[in-house]
């Protein structure tokens, strides 16, 4: 019983890593973001997903390629970044997109490694 129960907050926490790296996005963010159509939101579950399946199967290493690979595709984004003035909020979309990817990685490293300790159970 107390597994099902534990797995059942896992699933909660993933769902809801998404609105909440959107929200520690929106509250550390200067200029307030367009309404997206989520494709963002998505490759976050994604990317998370990904790094809950190489954590549970051992293959830490693998994770580096996620977050290569995404480097690599949003390099070109930011050619055209603008200098940030104010220092309490992030405006630059290099530090918007680093924030994002960072809090990403560490959610599905912690869930990630909740995931592995649920699978040895017994």
């Known amino acids: 019983m107390l597994k099902i129960i534990l797995i059942a907050i896992f699933i909660l926490l993933f769902i809801m890593s998404g609105p909440i790296i959107k929200w520690v996005l929106s509250a550390m963010s200067e200029t307030k973001t367009k309404q997206s159509?989520?494709?963002g939101?998505?490759?976050g579950y994604i990317e998370r997903l990904l790094i809950l399946m190489f954590i549970a199967f051992g293959?830490?290493?693998a994770i580096g390629l996620v977050i290569a690979s995404k480097s690599?595709?949003?390099?070109n984004d930011l050619k055209d970044d603008k200098p940030n003035y104010n220092l309490e909020?992030?405006?630059k979309t290099s530090e918007y997109i680093l924030l994002?990817?960072?809090l990403s990685l560490l959610i599905g490293v912690v869930l990630g490694l909740i995931?592995?300790?649920l699978l040895l159970m017994k």
């Open 100 to 102: 994002g990817t960072m």
């Open 72 to 75: 690599i595709l949003r390099f």
């Open 59 to 61: 293959e830490y290493t």
């Open 41 to 43: 939101l998505m490759i």
């Open 37 to 39: 159509d989520n494709v």
């Open 89 to 91: 909020k992030i405006d």
């Open 115 to 117: 995931l592995r300790n």
